[in-house]
């Protein structure tokens, strides 16, 4: 064996084991998206709680009547992310002729699963019971522990958004008052600042 | 100079057989089809060699169900760990040794 083809076998190797235990086709550019459709959401939810409210009124009652409506908008944010992503991911896999679903996606998709389904019920538990304060922390929270759990299985620096939410989450439960300014920032401003970070690093 | 061609393991001499290992190395378990993509190689192709390394017993093969089909999980056991570790290290000093040459 030449010096070069060993070289060649310890190359192929490692990269086949970065390969198969990580799912590498994550878009920087999905985040970005779904950083603008927080954005958009956050601000049609501001509207909805501030349009033409005369605050000497009863403002608990109007925040009970507009509640479907803030429910509507947080889903329409979480399907479009979700859409843009698995798209954007399909095609960025497709590319480099991989497959989308392996190993490490489901992986990904398990450890994720878990805190976000978590959360979720949480929040309508919370939602239920008139605790809608700690929505906005608890979203937070429970979606950054949710990227740190898939952060093993994807690029690494997903952990730090993840981190950074958390953050971000425990803020605004310090901070009763402020949780659409905080959840903006959260999935807002962090995803666009993480998602082109990411497109600058690995997409182009 | 003495070079250890005979620390390389017979079993891993093949390329394919190698690659395998490595997945094995890195992840837990691995199932036949997600290999089969990475691998890009054909089902006769991946199952010989699987059946090669088993036989060796470098590996263990878990076969379940996943509803109705067939799911067949590989894993690698501590003997093919060590001869997988034996075998890098070999490579290694084969690569010293050429450039102090």
Redesign the interface.
């Known amino acids: 064996m030449k010096e070069k083809e060993i070289q060649d076998e310890l190359t192929s190797i490692r990269s086949l084991m970065e390969r198969s235990s990580k799912f590498i086709s994550l878009s920087g550019l999905a985040g970005v998206l779904a950083g603008i459709y927080a954005l958009i959401g956050a601000g049609i939810v501001f509207y909805l709680m501030h349009w033409g409210i005369d605050y000497s009124n009863v403002p608990f009652l109007h925040l009970v009547n507009i509640l479907p409506a803030i429910i509507i908008t947080a889903l329409a944010v979480l399907i479009l992310s979700i859409a843009t992503g698995v798209y954007l991911s399909y095609k960025k896999a497709g590319r480099r002729g991989q497959s989308i679903w392996g190993s490490a996606s489901k992986q990904v998709l398990f450890n994720m699963s878990v805190p976000l389904v978590t959360g979720g019920f949480l929040m309508l538990i919370c939602l239920h019971r008139g605790y809608f304060g700690i929505i906005a922390p608890v979203s937070l929270i429970f979606y950054g522990l949710a990227l740190i759990g898939a952060s093993n299985f994807t690029f690494s620096d997903v952990k730090y958004l993840g981190l950074c939410q958390i953050l971000t989450g425990l803020i605004t439960a310090m901070l009763p008052g402020y949780g659409l300014v905080f959840w903006a920032l959260g999935f807002g401003v962090l995803h666009i600042i993480y998602g082109s970070v990411m497109y600058l690093k690995y997409d182009r | 100079m003495k070079i250890p ?1 005979e620390n390389l393991n017979k079993a891993f001499e093949n ?1 394919l057989r ?2 395998i290992m ?2 094995l ?3 837990q378990r ?2 036949f089809n ?1 290999l089969k ?3 890009g190689v054909t089902d006769g192709n991946l199952a010989s060699h699987l059946k090669g390394l088993e036989k060796e017993e470098y590996i263990m093969v878990n076969k379940s169900f996943l509803g109705r089909k067939p799911n067949t999980n590989y894993e690698a056991t501590e003997k093919g760990k060590t001869a997988f570790k034996n075998h ?1 290290d070999a ?1 290694e000093q ?2 010293n040794q ?2 102090i040459k």
């Open positions: 061609f390329r190698l690659q490595s997945v190395m890195a992840n691995y199932d997600s993509e990475l691998l890098l490579l084969l690569i050429q450039k």
